[in-house]
Structures are given as C-alpha cells and as structure tokens.
C-alpha cells in the first residue's frame, strides 16, 4: 500500500512538474498573401472544411483545444504540428513551384482518398474534421482541377 | 546556458567568416571554369563533371527502379534514402539561370519524394516513384545523359504512369512480380 502512495505521489509530482516545461505554441493572427485560400479561388464550403479538418496541423496558427495546455498532449500535438507544416503549410502555398505543388496536390487526393488524413487521432476527438463521402468527393474533385489548370 | 549557446554561435560565425575570407581568391578561378563549362556545353560536349551529377542520379534511380521490380521494400527504403541525398547534392551551377531554377524546383521535388520511399510501405513507395520519374525525365531533358534512356509506360497504374530504364524490356516497377511485363516501351532518349 505504501509503495503505491510513493508511486502515485512521484507520478504527481511529475505530472505537475512537466505542466511548466514550454511548449512552441503555433499562433499567428495574420494569414500571409501566400496563402492557399487567398491565391485560389476556393469555394467557401471547402475553405471551410480545408479551415476545419487541416488548418490545425498545417498552417501557422492553430485552434488549440484546452486541453492541449495541459502535458504531455501538448508535446504530442507539438510535434505533430511541426510534421504536419514541413510536410504542407497552407499559409506558404504560393511560395511552391508549380512542379511541388503540382505534387502537393497529388498528395492531398491520394491521402483523403485512403483516408489517411485527417489523422484518426485527430478526428477522433475532432468529430467534425471527419470527410463525409460527399465532402470527400467535392474535395477531390476540386484539388483535382485545380491541378489540371496548374 | 544561453550564454554558452551565445559563445558558441560568435566562434562558429568566426570560423565561418574565417572560411568565406579564405574562399575569395579563389572566386575568380571558379568563374573561369564556370566559362570554360558554358563554351564546352556550346559544343555540345558537357564536362564530365556536369555528367556524372546527372549520371549519379540516374544509376541510383535505376537502383530504386529496380528494387520496386523486385517487390524488394527494405531495399528501396535504403535507395530512396540514397536517391535523396543524391538529389540534395546535385550542383546546378553550371547551368543557365532558368535551367538552374528548373533544376532546383526539380531537386526539390524529388528529394521530398525519396525521403518519403526511405520510410514507406511499397503502395506508397510506389506512388512517388511515379513522381520522382517525371521529375528525373524532366532532368535529363535538361542534363541530357550518355547512354541511351528508354521511356517506358504502363496504362494501368494510376491512370497511366511512366518510367525510365536503360532497356526497352519491360519489367514493371509500379507491379512488381504481379504483372511484371504489363506496360511498352514509348520513347527512345537520347
């Protein structure tokens, strides 16, 4: 019984003691001229749904949820913040060339497609970031001709 | 700590300066040879250095291509992360100014591509294996290569999708062993 209460103080007082350890918070309240939804003419429900479902991971500024204040989700989202950017940021879009976005582009379908962004970590707490088939499918449709006029 | 960071950050910066003074005298021969490499290209003959830059991407794009022939996905893990530093050192200078910026976007594209075959299932590796072909028949529109390419193609991957090889025969890499001669030869480089 003893060591369990040990246990459990040290796990507090571990868990409190990482609450003070900084995280990188990705915020920015200006939305740079690059960005995707201001080169192209996006129709508004899939700004909306780009601005839902992607936005969070893979631009400059991210709605955080409350929870993510309090660690270790704030170390996990952090990272997968950093990966989601370096792979495709929406604010820097019109910075590609027209061959990576070209290929960009080709990677958003192929990854809605398999259903393989969102994240299910992310649309398993993000109920509305999920693709409906028909969103899926407008989406695509959409990357799609956009790709073809690039 | 910071102070520490600080103190490395000025000697590194001193080291470097160091560096670019030293680096100096020796711009003007670069520009000679820069010249000497533009003249070459006139005649039609590139320097061997330009060909092996080209040269070295290509053997190491067959590599991958053949690894993904041969269903093999540790193998074009290891290629791909080959291909992509390959790709990152390819040195575009001696190229004309337009040349050089398609080159880079070229590099650019294909580097992320490989890094990604470096850690993917073979589906994926696959995928942008399609990519990284268009980008190194781009290339080599450009850098031109000694040996003779072939253009090969396979209408059934994805809507249709090539790749090059140092032979006509067709062996599949987007397939595999499931239909290893599925695809035709289109075109003769070179």
């Known amino acids: 019984m003893k060591i369990l209460k040990i246990i459990a103080i040290i796990a507090l007082v571990g868990f409190v003691g990482i609450q003070f350890i900084p995280t990188e918070r990705n915020q920015s309240y200006t939305v740079p001229e690059t960005d995707f939804m201001l080169v192209h003419n996006v129709p508004e429900t899939i700004q909306k749904k780009l601005q839902v479902s992607c936005y969070d991971c893979h631009s400059n500024n991210t709605q955080y949820p409350w929870y993510n204040k309090i660690q270790p989700a704030a170390w996990f989202l952090e990272d997968h913040i950093k990966e989601g950017k370096a792979e495709l940021n929406f604010n820097e879009w019109d910075s590609l060339s027209s061959r990576r976005k070209s290929s960009k582009l080709r990677s958003i379908i192929k990854q809605i497609e398999s259903g393989e962004m969102p994240l299910d970590s992310y649309t398993l707490i993000h109920k509305d970031a999920k693709f409906s088939e028909a969103e899926a499918e407008e989406l695509i449709n959409f990357i799609t001709q956009l790709k073809d006029s690039l | ?190």
Request: charged share 30%; with cysteine; hydrophobic share 35%.
């Open chain 2, 1 to 190: 700590m910071t102070v520490g960071i600080l103190v490395m950050t000025l000697t590194l910066t001193a080291i470097s300066c160091k560096d670019g003074k030293k680096d100096e005298p020796a711009a003007p021969m670069s520009n000679e040879m820069y010249q000497e490499s533009m003249d070459d290209k006139d005649d039609m003959a590139m320097s061997d250095n330009q060909d092996a830059k080209a040269e070295a991407i290509l053997k190491d794009y067959f590599n991958l291509k053949d690894a993904l022939v041969g269903d093999d996905n540790d193998k074009a893990k290891e290629l791909g992360a080959t291909l992509a530093s390959t790709f990152g050192n390819f040195d575009a200078s001696s190229y004309s100014d337009s040349e050089q910026q398609e080159l880079k976007d070229i590099m650019e594209d294909a580097t992320e591509h490989a890094e990604h075959i470096s850690e993917s299932d073979i589906a994926h590796q696959r995928e942008h294996f399609k990519i990284i072909s268009k980008d190194v028949t781009d290339m080599v529109a450009i850098t031109g290569t000694e040996n003779t390419l072939y253009q090969l193609f396979c209408p059934m991957y994805d809507g249709g999708s090539n790749w090059l090889s140092m032979s006509k025969d067709v062996k599949n890499p987007y397939y595999g062993s499931k239909m290893l001669t599925c695809g035709e030869m289109q075109k003769e480089i070179n």
